[in-house]
């Protein structure tokens, strides 16, 4: 029985030792190098290519290498039976609500518009205790981000499948968009990427939101229609946004993006998993497979997530 790596344009030594380190005598083949496909039950993957998992007669299981699982789902070829995993790591809960945190910040105090305009021109600036912001998706980063804005005293709602009881957060579901969307300063979206979310952040969703609303999305770039946003922004009804993912990473030269004063660019970085948090409980689910018992996490594909 064997544990595949398979992680293309990313190193994965800090993994293979980590999970050696947990698990001393575990076989992990790390691809593309050669190894026998029949031994491999047990994959921890990002990005994999299309299609890959087919060829291995023996899986049982795929585990994401992060919070987010669409880059498995997405994949039609992988078979019925294998199960998928994702990781719930309370660092990257903690990491996420602080860099949603720091950007609304940011935009409250026109930090970087100052720093870009270079001119002495002092404006005016909005205060926290009056600063509306919505969160698409209170899944586990969207409800940490939440409990994070509401402990530093803004007033916050979210939107999800159906209504959840979060301390001060007021909860709309799905049939409720327009009314969440109506009085938002700010708005931010942590849905999970399936065929429903895809290119939610689009025209229609937009003339929703209150003129001067801002956008962060730290999400999937997948959720946004790009065109759209360059048209709000440029035409003022929103007064800008900070993105941290994209539809292609990294984001080419050329785009249009980076060119817009309003639209502040990060390289994802929000929240970004380290092995040693996160390799016990990819360990826990693997030792779980071998003795048949009940994983940890486990996606349900009809939902993607």
């Given amino acids: 029985m064997s544990v595949l790596v398979i992680s293309p344009g990313r190193n994965p030594e800090k993994w293979v030792n980590e999970l050696k380190n947990q698990h001393p005598g575990m076989n992990v083949f790390v691809y593309p190098e050669e190894h026998d496909k029949e031994e491999v039950e047990y994959a921890i993957a990002w990005k994999h290519p299309r299609g890959i998992f087919k060829n291995y007669p023996n899986l049982k299981v795929v585990a994401s290498m992060g919070a987010g699982v669409d880059h498995i789902t997405s994949d039609p070829?992988?078979?019925?039976?294998?199960?998928?995993?994702?990781?719930?790591?309370?660092?990257?809960?903690?990491?996420m609500g602080?860099?949603?945190?720091?950007?609304?910040?940011?935009?409250?105090?026109?930090?970087?518009?100052?720093?870009?305009?270079?001119e002495w021109k002092p404006k005016s600036y909005i205060r926290i205790k009056d600063t509306r912001?919505?969160?698409?998706?209170?899944?586990?980063?969207?409800?940490?981000?939440?409990?994070?804005?509401?402990?530093?005293?803004?007033?916050?709602s979210g939107w999800s499948r159906s209504k959840k009881e979060l301390e001060g957060v007021k909860s709309y579901e799905l049939d409720e968009l327009e009314d969440f969307l109506e009085n938002l300063d700010v708005l931010v979206c942590l849905l999970p990427l399936t065929p429903d979310t895809e290119n939610i952040l689009n025209s229609d969703l937009f003339e929703k939101l209150p003129e001067g609303a801002f956008l962060i999305n730290v999400a999937r770039g997948e959720h946004l229609v790009e065109q759209d946003l360059l048209n709000y922004v440029n035409s003022g009804h929103l007064s800008g946004a900070a993105l941290d993912v994209f539809r292609k990473e990294p984001l080419p030269e050329d785009h249009p993006f980076w060119e817009n004063p309003k639209i502040y660019i990060t390289p994802h970085i929000a929240s970004v998993t380290d092995p040693k948090e996160v390799v016990p409980q990819i360990v826990d689910n693997y030792e779980r497979m071998t003795e048949g018992e009940e994983l940890h996490n486990v996606v349900r594909r009809e939902k993607g997530y």
């Fill in 133 to 156: 912001v919505g969160i698409m998706g209170l899944g586990v980063l969207g409800s940490g981000v939440a409990e994070k804005l509401v402990k530093n005293d803004f007033q916050v």
């Fill in 77 to 95: 070829e992988i078979p019925e039976h294998v199960k998928i995993t994702r990781i719930v790591d309370g660092q990257l809960r903690e990491d």
């Fill in 98 to 118: 602080d860099f949603v945190l720091a950007l609304i910040l940011n935009h409250l105090r026109n930090l970087s518009l100052h720093h870009n305009s270079r």
